[in-house]
């Protein structure tokens, strides 16, 4: 049977709103690996109530208006404040990654490295006094030139661990496809290489690739995102060149090595070949989490075809398209077994999002979710399919979901976190969308303060800055705090596109914006922490 037919006869979509107000609505129950479609819009989140001290955003939830733009953006915040921030030594950063750890002499720590424009490398900042943040190392190794969405730390095995960054494909940058594992438990704020390696190969066979390329048998893997199992034993990449898994194992961090590799199984099939755009196929790799036990993997299916009709998702039952998450069975890895393999079990996919970017798996009160963050919307990052999305009523941006896993083979939405400058009633009350192309009011990274029995959750976004929500009833999501940076003199708002990272034992919170570098923001007014938050080690991602 043919993809197109498999599809049409296997994907399920929810297409009224009157569904959701009595709660979403996924469908599943065939043994397929096509995911099974859910669509449709939720109220907007409840507004943090800010201080008086707050400059408070002027207008719609999570939105920079005209007119703030053009008189020089001078930031919103509200129930947070800066402590301190330390730039970079590098230049301008297009985006950057960030990761927090705690080493064993009790030091505190950041990384950041992205898309850097000039020197590139990787940051290493000192935060033990969170007031007066230093530069303390540039890591240039070969991942760490640009590690781009998958620098992890293992603060129980002190590791800081990437692959190398990459957008486009291995045949433009050769030689780049680096892997680096560091010691960051020893003296955090000068990390030690253990293992760079710029050949690790996987077998290309049965991997469904561009059809006017060619890959070689045994290919280099790539990076692009990535993470850590909760013991630190294994790293898997997010290869978004190859559409690929691959598992690799830490358990020797001087000599990591290539365990298996997962592709989607019904991934396909590719928008039409336009030389400007990317090739991507639908149901693409991008980011994932794994379970605390290490026998589920919960990966991205990534779509993203602005040539569709008004450049916006589609929202017929019958067109291809996979955007969501995988759960993939990883036990074999985990034991390590003698060829080991990955197998599918379920997929979801969303008809309200694009660009699908990563996931946590949490524990709320006891009961089993999956947190999926998406970096487009059914507008898919351009203004005309923005402009579509608004029309048809769906979020054109980015959102958060919540998924239900009480049965992983049926995962069902509960919930999304929609801003008000996400809701499509309300882009006729701003201008600026029309002219700003790529990311804008979309979400990108998130984090909680304990996957394990999760309170809280802090985003990173584009240019809705870094927003903290309290997620103890995940039918009735609640925004407690936000901070957006000024702009830098001259520019528009950059993009605050990395790791937002809760730490309760200094009651801050530390990330990373392009305009700010790293800093440390301190919550006021009493907000957080939350009853029963906690930040255990190792339990944020």
Same mark, same amino acid.
């Given at each position: 049977?043919?993809?197109?037919?498999?599809?049409?006869?296997?994907?399920?979509?929810?297409?009224?709103?009157?569904?959701?107000?009595?709660?979403?609505?996924?469908?599943?129950?065939?043994?397929?690996?096509?995911?099974?479609?859910?669509?449709?819009?939720?109220?907007?989140?409840?507004?943090?109530?800010?201080?008086?001290?707050?400059?408070?955003?002027?207008?719609?939830?999570?939105?920079?208006?005209?007119?703030?733009?053009?008189?020089?953006?001078?930031?919103?915040?509200?129930?947070?404040?800066?402590?301190?921030?330390?730039?970079?030594?590098?230049?301008?950063?297009?985006?950057?990654?960030?990761?927090?750890?705690?080493?064993?002499?009790?030091?505190?720590?950041?990384?950041?490295?992205?898309?850097?424009?000039?020197?590139?490398?990787?940051?290493?900042?000192?935060?033990?006094?969170?007031?007066?943040?230093?530069?303390?190392?540039?890591?240039?190794?070969?991942?760490?030139?640009?590690? =781009?969405?998958?620098?992890?730390?293992?603060?129980? /095995? #002190?590791?800081? @661990?990437?692959?190398?960054?990459?957008? *486009? &494909? $291995?045949?433009?940058?050769?030689?780049?496809?680096?892997?680096?594992?560091?010691?960051?438990?020893?003296?955090?704020?000068?990390?030690?290489?253990?293992?760079?390696?710029?050949?690790?190969?996987?077998?290309?066979?049965?991997?469904?690739?561009?059809?006017?390329?060619?890959?070689?048998?045994?290919?280099?893997?790539?990076?692009?995102?990535?993470?850590?199992?909760?013991?630190?034993?294994?790293?898997?990449?997010?290869?978004?060149?190859?559409?690929?898994?691959?598992?690799?194992?830490?358990?020797?961090?001087?000599?990591?090595?290539?365990?298996?590799?997962?592709?989607?199984?019904?991934?396909?099939?590719?928008?039409?070949?336009?030389?400007?755009?990317?090739?991507?196929?639908?149901?693409?790799?991008? =980011?994932?989490?794994?379970?605390?036990?290490?026998? /589920? #993997?919960?990966? @991205?299916?990534?779509?993203?075809?602005? *040539? &569709? $009709?008004?450049?916006?998702?589609?929202?017929?039952?019958?067109?291809?398209?996979?955007?969501?998450?995988?759960?993939?069975?990883?036990?074999?890895?985990?034991?390590?077994?003698?060829?080991?393999?990955?197998?599918?079990?379920?997929?979801?996919?969303?008809?309200?999002?694009?660009?699908?970017?990563?996931?946590?798996?949490?524990?709320?009160?006891?009961?089993?979710?999956?947190?999926?963050?998406?970096?487009?919307?059914?507008?898919?990052?351009?203004?005309?399919?923005?402009?579509?999305?608004?029309?048809?009523?769906?979020?054109?941006?980015?959102?958060?979901?919540?998924?239900?896993?009480?049965?992983?083979?049926?995962?069902?939405?509960?919930?999304?976190?929609?801003?008000?400058?996400?809701?499509?009633?309300?882009?006729?009350?701003?201008?600026?969308?029309?002219?700003?192309?790529?990311?804008?009011?979309?979400?990108?990274?998130?984090?909680?303060?304990?996957?394990?029995?999760?309170?809280?959750?802090?985003?990173?976004?584009?240019?809705?800055?870094?927003?903290?929500?309290?997620?103890?009833?995940?039918?009735?999501?609640?925004?407690?705090?936000?901070?957006?940076?000024?702009?830098?003199?001259?520019?528009?708002?950059?993009?605050?596109?990395?790791?937002?990272?809760?730490?309760?034992?200094?009651?801050?919170?530390?990330?990373?914006?392009?305009?700010?570098?790293?800093?440390?923001?301190?919550?006021?007014?009493?907000?957080?922490?939350?009853?029963?938050?906690?930040?255990?080690?190792?339990?944020?991602?």
């Amino acid at each position: 049977m043919s993809f197109f037919n498999r599809l049409a006869r296997q994907l399920c979509l929810a297409t009224t709103f009157s569904a959701v107000a009595a709660g979403l609505v996924a469908c599943g129950g065939n043994d397929s690996s096509q995911p099974a479609q859910t669509s449709a819009q939720s109220d907007t989140v409840a507004k943090a109530t800010c201080g008086n001290d707050d400059r408070a955003e002027t207008g719609l939830q999570g939105q920079i208006p005209m007119a703030e733009r053009a008189a020089g953006f001078k930031g919103f915040n509200c129930n947070l404040k800066v402590v301190s921030a330390g730039t970079s030594s590098r230049g301008e950063a297009l985006w950057e990654q960030f990761a927090l750890v705690h080493d064993k002499s009790g030091h505190t720590c950041g990384y950041a490295g992205g898309a850097f424009l000039s020197n590139p490398g990787t940051t290493v900042m000192d935060l033990t006094n969170p007031a007066a943040i230093v530069e303390t190392a540039v890591l240039k190794t070969a991942a760490m030139l640009n590690p =781009g969405e998958g620098l992890r730390v293992h603060e129980g /095995r #002190g590791l800081l @661990v990437t692959a190398f960054y990459n957008k *486009t &494909t $291995p045949w433009e940058e050769p030689g780049a496809p680096g892997f680096d594992v560091y010691d960051v438990g020893t003296d955090c704020r000068h990390p030690q290489v253990l293992a760079s390696s710029t050949n690790i190969r996987f077998s290309t066979a049965g991997i469904e690739q561009d059809p006017t390329k060619n890959w070689p048998a045994q290919d280099l893997t790539y990076g692009h995102e990535g993470a850590i199992s909760a013991d630190g034993l294994t790293y898997y990449i997010g290869d978004t060149v190859h559409g690929a898994y691959h598992a690799i194992d830490i358990s020797d961090p001087t000599a990591p090595k290539l365990i298996s590799t997962f592709q989607n199984p019904s991934i396909g099939p590719r928008p039409a070949d336009n030389p400007t755009l990317p090739r991507s196929p639908l149901g693409g790799a991008h =980011g994932l989490s794994v379970s605390d036990d290490g026998n /589920r #993997g919960y990966m @991205v299916l990534l779509s993203w075809d602005p *040539t &569709t $009709p008004g450049g916006m998702v589609p929202q017929a039952a019958d067109a291809p398209w996979q955007n969501g998450y995988m759960t993939v069975d990883t036990s074999e890895i985990q034991a390590r077994k003698p060829n080991a393999r990955m197998r599918f079990i379920s997929a979801v996919s969303t008809r309200d999002a694009s660009a699908a970017q990563t996931s946590i798996p949490v524990k709320i009160n006891g009961h089993r979710f999956q947190i999926a963050m998406n970096e487009g919307g059914a507008g898919q990052l351009s203004t005309g399919g923005v402009k579509s999305a608004c029309s048809a009523g769906v979020t054109p941006y980015g959102t958060v979901q919540f998924f239900d896993m009480s049965d992983e083979t049926h995962p069902s939405r509960v919930n999304k976190i929609v801003l008000e400058a996400n809701d499509p009633k309300n882009c006729g009350a701003m201008p600026e969308i029309a002219s700003i192309e790529g990311f804008v009011y979309d979400v990108h990274m998130c984090s909680v303060d304990n996957r394990d029995d999760a309170t809280t959750l802090a985003c990173g976004y584009f240019q809705s800055g870094v927003r903290v929500y309290d997620i103890r009833d995940p039918a009735h999501i609640k925004e407690i705090a936000y901070f957006n940076p000024p702009a830098l003199a001259g520019k528009q708002p950059g993009q605050c596109a990395a790791y937002p990272i809760l730490d309760i034992k200094t009651g801050l919170l530390f990330s990373r914006c392009s305009d700010t570098g790293i800093f440390a923001l301190k919550f006021t007014n009493n907000v957080w922490p939350l009853r029963g938050s906690s930040t255990p080690v190792d339990k944020q991602l």
